[in-house]
Nanobody, 126 residues
Framework: QVQLVESGGGLVQPGGSLTLSCAGSGRTFGNYAMGWYRQSPGKEREFVATIGWDGVSTYYADSVKGRFTISRDNAKNTVYLQMSDLRPEDTAVYYC???????????????????WGQGTQVTVSL
């Protein structure tokens, strides 16, 4: 089973950009669809974006479409989330997750994710 570690979070001003990384372990990383999710205090964890095993198919939440880009490098066992035009409402702990052989729209359902990272905090504020 793949293990995941996120990095790249931090404090950024509104309108700024940030790129998150999620490093996976194991030889079968390429068999997993990957996703990014986020959770704000007092709110449920929500879907942000998912990407297929081959890095071609992607799926985004409406709230981030056009501002965030998910990508992956299977040679490095890493998935990325490039975030631009950040807004205060993007403030959250961001998690990556994996779903072995899952379609990307299925993985957009939080409960379908099979393995989670520990999360990285993103704060958008002046």
């Amino acid at each position: 089973q793949v293990q995941l570690v996120e990095s790249g979070g931090g404090l950024v001003q509104p309108g700024g950009s940030l790129t998150l990384s999620c490093a996976g372990s194991g030889r079968t990383f390429g068999n997993y669809a990957m996703g990014w999710y986020r959770q704000s205090p007092g709110k449920e964890r929500e879907f942000v974006a998912t990407i297929g095993w081959d890095g071609v198919s992607t799926y985004y939440a409406d709230s981030v479409k056009g501002r965030f880009t998910i990508s992956r490098d299977n040679a490095k066992n890493t998935v990325y989330l490039q975030m631009s035009d950040l807004r205060p409402e993007d403030t959250a702990v961001y998690y990556c997750a994996a779903g072995r052989l899952l379609p990307i729209k299925v993985l957009s359902t939080v409960s379908s994710a099979q393995t989670w990272g520990q999360g990285t905090q993103v704060t958008v504020s002046l």
